[in-house]
């Protein structure tokens, strides 16, 4: 059947007009009659040499009755119509899926138009593009600007460019490296091996081939995961240390540095009896150690000390005299004195001293050999050294470009600048830890404060957390729950693996197609509206126990997409095995990556089976859940997902599992990334602060503790606390790059202080007064919003917003100190920090300011409503000729707003508080409330899915 064009609804309409001027009623002729009509028209066409003029068609239309056009334009609609359904019926499930993915609800209308065997997998692309400075290998979707080639994770567009790592490198590793057999034959001839096995066997072993010949050590408390894909993961801090002994003493075995002062053979025996060098090959070993003590300039500066030694003990028993002391100094030789200290020999890097009785040593404080009786000593973090004395096989020829740890450093200047951190806004730490000082009958030591500027540290999850609820109360509960997780076996990890490599090898990779593909799913969700129209969004990015890293995305979306029936529900999640001959793309992706276990019953090692005693152990994320026959909404839970008892199973690790084990997902976007991405209803949860406090609920971390730091100082080191209680797994060190927090809003924090009472900034030595002279003309939040409220110009539009409402109308200029209208930008909301009622003006200024528009000075906010001459002394009386303190009112909304993201126990220590230092009307109905408040449920896990 031929489609029908334009030529052919004009021979249609013209047949209609003859009918209808005949007194003949018109109807509309079926589509294949259009069909032979047209044929005809086309072969009168092909004989007539004269075509149908267009003046002839305008008079048609002139001459045509008012009747005969609405007849006519009604035929012509039912027309288009008719051909738009014969179009639609001739179009294949991909062109419909193309046209449907051009439309909000994508999720949704995927499932609901049968074409979920249309959604294409989301691929990044290739790793092609070449930075044009450097030559760094990237995906396109990396660049950051227009102009092709610029990219900014590599030399930072040509302002850091960087000499190969392979300049002066030892040809023998680099082969070893490159797993270039030719060229290691070539390199190392004379060995009868074979070198494609001896190039497995050595990076397999890697990190013992590097512990035997490192002259230091790597010291962290490794964390056991158990069985799995192996992962090095630490707890705690890390400590590199260094032997400063050239011989051990009596009795003890030699170790690190003390190994290259003995033969060859000697040190190679002793590798091979320690029992994490059993897999090593002797012949590999015997080359690298002869390649150390050839090339690395430790290897010399330590051979050259052994040498001194001989000499100077040889020297003196000829003449019948003490030998001297002799000591190994680093990074002294260019700079010693040769005339002033005895120094027999000098290198690049190191000077051998020999000290008589009245020789002396330079001014030191760097790593200093002696010949025996020296314990291991700690290694700076910052040493130039650190890196090619514990990593020889990285560094053979000592030379180390860039040595800096960047979290290390930032938490070393938060510990040396606690005088210049805002400390008095830690009012309500102070107070607990005198409180418990007092309970233990001690007194406060020394604070350490960890502040929110630090990424990642527990008071940035705090604040992230509050600035999540500040959405909340703005747009309302999160609609979904989104929890995406990296997949390490995408084709764009694993093509570009070298040989004999495994993800795990390569967390740069794994990391940089994550964030590529989780920028796409943002832009799904946000500007293809997948799940409809978004109002609000937040997502954090954590790591998984073995270290890939995870999303978790609460999504807002607006009331008219909103899930109102277990039929919406069913459209967009899944909580079961899709059939395997309609969807096998499905069916494969679901079986690999949304199968909890098996666990319960069937294995009861599983990690998540937790319990008191053995028989008692359960599964913390409720599997297996019950077999449900149709879908409904959940009561302050997640909605409760159809899971048939159809017979389907599957068989993983030995064990039959069917879909009560499934994990709930969206068929599209299962489809469109291959990962585990599990999709929540969340829109009936009534403790929505549960899921923003589990998404920012911060890095993997030990149980912290206060410290007594003994004679009855009670310490408070949050520093110490966070590097030693904090897991790290590799994926973490280069995440560091990227976003692992953002917000459809920025939410800014609007400070309140009493009047003069601001926070001042000054450096140690710099001159108070001028200080305090500039802290006077320098304006906070605060004072600049009393000011653009009498501004002559601005100040009759700004009057109409709280303050707390001011940033989704205005912009704060930080260097200038003032607000300006907003002129667009991303979405603001504003967000006022919270206060301690134990700071009675400061918590009655807060009140005012939640009532009080378009105050233009403190005198407004302290002004008698009954008698604007009457001005109050404190903002306590304030309120109470405001109202606000008549009744418990305030409290209630005083609670409301705490209860949207404190806990239970915050919330029962806050009605203590209130009865203390407020005085409430009705203690016993305010205390109704608060349980009222406190009777949710206190775990509500995003993995409570149905």
């Given at each position: 059947m031929r489609r029908v064009g334009v030529h052919d609804l004009t021979s249609i309409l013209r047949i209609l007009a003859t009918n209808t001027q005949n007194g003949q009623p018109s109807k509309v002729t079926p589509i294949d009659s259009f069909d032979q009509e047209a044929s005809e028209n086309e072969e009168q066409s092909e004989t007539d040499s004269e075509p149908v003029p267009i003046k002839r068609r305008r008079s048609l239309k002139r001459s045509t009755p008012l009747t005969f056009r609405h007849a006519r334009d009604k035929t012509r609609a039912q027309v288009q119509k008719d051909v738009q359904k014969h179009r639609e019926r001739?179009?294949?499930?991909?062109d419909r899926f193309k046209k449907i993915a051009k439309k909000s609800y994508l999720a949704r209308t995927a499932v609901e138009n049968h074409l979920l065997n249309e959604v294409e997998f989301f691929d990044v692309g290739d790793l092609e593009a070449r930075c044009k400075h450097c030559d760094a290998l990237f995906f396109k979707a990396e660049h950051i600007r227009k102009t092709k080639g610029e990219f900014d994770q590599c030399c930072n567009m040509g302002n850091n460019c960087i000499s190969s790592p392979f300049i002066d490198f030892p040809p023998k590793l680099q082969s070893l490296y490159e797993r270039?057999?030719?060229?290691?034959?070539?390199n190392w001839q004379g060995l009868e091996v074979d070198f494609s096995d001896l190039i497995k066997n050595f990076h397999r072993n890697t990190r013992q081939y590097n512990s035997m010949f490192a002259f230091g050590s790597m010291k962290a408390k490794q964390e056991d995961l158990g069985p799995?894909?192996?992962?090095?993961?630490?707890?705690?801090?890390?400590?590199?240390?260094?032997?400063?002994?050239?011989r051990p003493d009596g009795g003890e075995k030699p170790s690190y540095a003390?190994?290259?002062?003995?033969?060859?053979?000697?040190?190679?025996?002793?590798?091979?009896?320690?029992?994490?060098?059993?897999?090593?090959?002797?012949?590999?070993?015997m080359e690298i150690d002869q390649l150390m003590r050839d090339v690395n300039p430790y290897c010399e500066a330590l051979n050259m000390m052994h040498e001194v030694e001989a000499q100077e003990y040889a020297k003196a028993q000829n003449f019948g005299i003490d030998p001297p002391q002799i000591r190994l100094l680093f990074d002294v030789g260019a700079n010693a004195n040769l005339r002033r200290y005895n120094i027999p020999r000098t290198s690049e890097i190191a000077a051998v001293f020999a000290l008589n009785s009245n020789d002396e040593l330079p001014m030191y404080e760097g790593i200093a050999i002696h010949p025996v009786g020296r314990k291991l000593r700690l290694l700076s973090k910052f040493d130039k050294r650190a890196e090619s004395m514990i990593y020889p096989l990285y560094f053979p020829t000592g030379k180390v470009d860039g040595y800096v740890k960047v979290e290390q450093d930032r938490l070393d200047y938060d510990r040396k600048n606690q005088k210049e951190l805002k400390c008095d806004n830690y009012q309500a730490l102070m107070?607990?830890?005198h409180d418990t000082a007092d309970e233990q009958g001690i007194r406060v030591g020394k604070m350490i404060i960890l502040p929110s500027s630090f990424k990642g540290s527990p008071r940035c999850c705090q604040q992230g957390y509050q600035d999540s609820m500040a959405m909340v109360r703005k747009y309302g509960k999160p609609d979904y729950f989104v929890t995406f997780t990296c997949n390490a076996n995408w084709p764009e990890i694993t093509d570009n693996l070298k040989e004999g490599q495994t993800p795990i090898d390569r967390p740069d990779l794994v990391c940089r197609v994550f964030n590529l593909k989780l920028r796409e799913l943002i832009n799904d969700i946000k500007r293809k509206n997948i799940f409809g129209k978004v109002l609000a969004y937040t997502y954090v990015v954590e790591y998984q126990k073995r270290g890939l890293p995870h999303a978790h995305i609460l999504v807002v979306v607006a009331p008219e997409a909103n899930i109102r029936t277990a039929e919406d529900i069913d459209n967009v999640v899944w909580a079961r095995i899709p059939d395997q001959e309609e969807h096998p793309k499905l069916y494969e992706i679901v079986t690999s990556?949304?199968?909890?276990?098996?666990?319960?019953?069937l294995n009861s090692n599983s990690p998540c089976m937790e319990g008191v005693k053995p028989g008692s152990l359960k599964c913390n994320k409720k599997y297996p859940m019950d077999f449900i026959e149709e879908t409904r909404m959940g009561e302050d839970s997640f909605a409760f997902y159809k899971r048939p008892d159809d017979g389907k199973k599957i068989t993983k690790n030995g064990c039959e599992l069917d879909n009560r084990y499934i994990v709930p997902y969206s068929p599209y976007l299962s489809l469109k990334y291959n990962a585990h991405i599990n999709v929540e209803i969340c829109a009936s949860v009534k403790s929505v602060k549960y899921l923003y406090k589990y998404v920012y609920k911060g890095h993997d971390a030990a149980k912290m503790v206060i410290a007594n730091g003994g004679e009855n100082v009670l310490i408070h080191d949050e520093i110490k606390n966070f590097v030693e209680m904090r897991y790290v797994a590799p994926h973490e060190s280069i995440l560091m790059k990227y976003d692992l927090d953002d917000k459809s809003h920025h939410v800014e924090r609007l400070d309140i202080h009493?009047?003069?009472q601001q926070n001042v900034y000054?450096?140690?030595?710099?001159?108070?007064?001028?200080?305090l002279g500039n802290a006077t003309n320098r304006d906070t939040k605060l004072t600049a919003w009393f000011k653009i409220n009498k501004d002559p110009v601005f100040g009759l539009e700004a009057k109409k917003y709280y303050y707390y409402e001011f940033p989704e109308k205005y912009t704060w200029l930080t260097g200038q100190r003032k607000w300006k209208p907003r002129e667009g930008g991303k979405p603001t909301i504003g967000r006022m920090y919270t206060v301690s009622l134990k700071q009675e003006e400061l918590a009655m200024l807060r009140l005012l300011l939640l009532n009080i528009k378009g105050a233009e000075s403190w005198e407004d906010l302290l002004r008698d409503p009954h008698d604007s001459y009457l001005i109050h002394e404190t903002f306590k009386k304030a309120a109470l000729t405001h109202g606000l303190l008549e009744d418990d009112n305030e409290w209630e909304k005083y609670f409301l707003e705490m209860s949207s993201f404190q806990m239970p126990k915050q919330l029962r220590s806050l009605f203590v508080t209130i009865l203390y230092y407020c005085t409430p009307i009705n203690a016993k109905t305010l205390w109704t409330k608060v349980q009222e408040r406190n009777e949710q449920r206190l775990s509500l896990r995003p993995c409570m899915s149905r």
């Amino acid at each position: 059947m031929r489609r029908v064009g334009v030529h052919d609804l004009t021979s249609i309409l013209r047949i209609l007009a003859t009918n209808t001027q005949n007194g003949q009623p018109s109807k509309v002729t079926p589509i294949d009659s259009f069909d032979q009509e047209a044929s005809e028209n086309e072969e009168q066409s092909e004989t007539d040499s004269e075509p149908v003029p267009i003046k002839r068609r305008r008079s048609l239309k002139r001459s045509t009755p008012l009747t005969f056009r609405h007849a006519r334009d009604k035929t012509r609609a039912q027309v288009q119509k008719d051909v738009q359904k014969h179009r639609e019926r001739n179009m294949t499930d991909k062109d419909r899926f193309k046209k449907i993915a051009k439309k909000s609800y994508l999720a949704r209308t995927a499932v609901e138009n049968h074409l979920l065997n249309e959604v294409e997998f989301f691929d990044v692309g290739d790793l092609e593009a070449r930075c044009k400075h450097c030559d760094a290998l990237f995906f396109k979707a990396e660049h950051i600007r227009k102009t092709k080639g610029e990219f900014d994770q590599c030399c930072n567009m040509g302002n850091n460019c960087i000499s190969s790592p392979f300049i002066d490198f030892p040809p023998k590793l680099q082969s070893l490296y490159e797993r270039n057999c030719h060229s290691l034959a070539n390199n190392w001839q004379g060995l009868e091996v074979d070198f494609s096995d001896l190039i497995k066997n050595f990076h397999r072993n890697t990190r013992q081939y590097n512990s035997m010949f490192a002259f230091g050590s790597m010291k962290a408390k490794q964390e056991d995961l158990g069985p799995g894909p192996y992962c090095y993961k630490i707890h705690g801090a890390i400590y590199h240390t260094v032997n400063l002994a050239m011989r051990p003493d009596g009795g003890e075995k030699p170790s690190y540095a003390q190994l290259f002062f003995i033969d060859t053979q000697e040190a190679l025996d002793f590798h091979k009896d320690l029992d994490p060098n059993k897999e090593c090959e002797d012949d590999l070993m015997m080359e690298i150690d002869q390649l150390m003590r050839d090339v690395n300039p430790y290897c010399e500066a330590l051979n050259m000390m052994h040498e001194v030694e001989a000499q100077e003990y040889a020297k003196a028993q000829n003449f019948g005299i003490d030998p001297p002391q002799i000591r190994l100094l680093f990074d002294v030789g260019a700079n010693a004195n040769l005339r002033r200290y005895n120094i027999p020999r000098t290198s690049e890097i190191a000077a051998v001293f020999a000290l008589n009785s009245n020789d002396e040593l330079p001014m030191y404080e760097g790593i200093a050999i002696h010949p025996v009786g020296r314990k291991l000593r700690l290694l700076s973090k910052f040493d130039k050294r650190a890196e090619s004395m514990i990593y020889p096989l990285y560094f053979p020829t000592g030379k180390v470009d860039g040595y800096v740890k960047v979290e290390q450093d930032r938490l070393d200047y938060d510990r040396k600048n606690q005088k210049e951190l805002k400390c008095d806004n830690y009012q309500a730490l102070m107070d607990y830890l005198h409180d418990t000082a007092d309970e233990q009958g001690i007194r406060v030591g020394k604070m350490i404060i960890l502040p929110s500027s630090f990424k990642g540290s527990p008071r940035c999850c705090q604040q992230g957390y509050q600035d999540s609820m500040a959405m909340v109360r703005k747009y309302g509960k999160p609609d979904y729950f989104v929890t995406f997780t990296c997949n390490a076996n995408w084709p764009e990890i694993t093509d570009n693996l070298k040989e004999g490599q495994t993800p795990i090898d390569r967390p740069d990779l794994v990391c940089r197609v994550f964030n590529l593909k989780l920028r796409e799913l943002i832009n799904d969700i946000k500007r293809k509206n997948i799940f409809g129209k978004v109002l609000a969004y937040t997502y954090v990015v954590e790591y998984q126990k073995r270290g890939l890293p995870h999303a978790h995305i609460l999504v807002v979306v607006a009331p008219e997409a909103n899930i109102r029936t277990a039929e919406d529900i069913d459209n967009v999640v899944w909580a079961r095995i899709p059939d395997q001959e309609e969807h096998p793309k499905l069916y494969e992706i679901v079986t690999s990556h949304m199968v909890h276990g098996p666990c319960g019953s069937l294995n009861s090692n599983s990690p998540c089976m937790e319990g008191v005693k053995p028989g008692s152990l359960k599964c913390n994320k409720k599997y297996p859940m019950d077999f449900i026959e149709e879908t409904r909404m959940g009561e302050d839970s997640f909605a409760f997902y159809k899971r048939p008892d159809d017979g389907k199973k599957i068989t993983k690790n030995g064990c039959e599992l069917d879909n009560r084990y499934i994990v709930p997902y969206s068929p599209y976007l299962s489809l469109k990334y291959n990962a585990h991405i599990n999709v929540e209803i969340c829109a009936s949860v009534k403790s929505v602060k549960y899921l923003y406090k589990y998404v920012y609920k911060g890095h993997d971390a030990a149980k912290m503790v206060i410290a007594n730091g003994g004679e009855n100082v009670l310490i408070h080191d949050e520093i110490k606390n966070f590097v030693e209680m904090r897991y790290v797994a590799p994926h973490e060190s280069i995440l560091m790059k990227y976003d692992l927090d953002d917000k459809s809003h920025h939410v800014e924090r609007l400070d309140i202080h009493l009047p003069d009472q601001q926070n001042v900034y000054y450096k140690p030595g710099e001159n108070i007064r001028r200080v305090l002279g500039n802290a006077t003309n320098r304006d906070t939040k605060l004072t600049a919003w009393f000011k653009i409220n009498k501004d002559p110009v601005f100040g009759l539009e700004a009057k109409k917003y709280y303050y707390y409402e001011f940033p989704e109308k205005y912009t704060w200029l930080t260097g200038q100190r003032k607000w300006k209208p907003r002129e667009g930008g991303k979405p603001t909301i504003g967000r006022m920090y919270t206060v301690s009622l134990k700071q009675e003006e400061l918590a009655m200024l807060r009140l005012l300011l939640l009532n009080i528009k378009g105050a233009e000075s403190w005198e407004d906010l302290l002004r008698d409503p009954h008698d604007s001459y009457l001005i109050h002394e404190t903002f306590k009386k304030a309120a109470l000729t405001h109202g606000l303190l008549e009744d418990d009112n305030e409290w209630e909304k005083y609670f409301l707003e705490m209860s949207s993201f404190q806990m239970p126990k915050q919330l029962r220590s806050l009605f203590v508080t209130i009865l203390y230092y407020c005085t409430p009307i009705n203690a016993k109905t305010l205390w109704t409330k608060v349980q009222e408040r406190n009777e949710q449920r206190l775990s509500l896990r995003p993995c409570m899915s149905r």
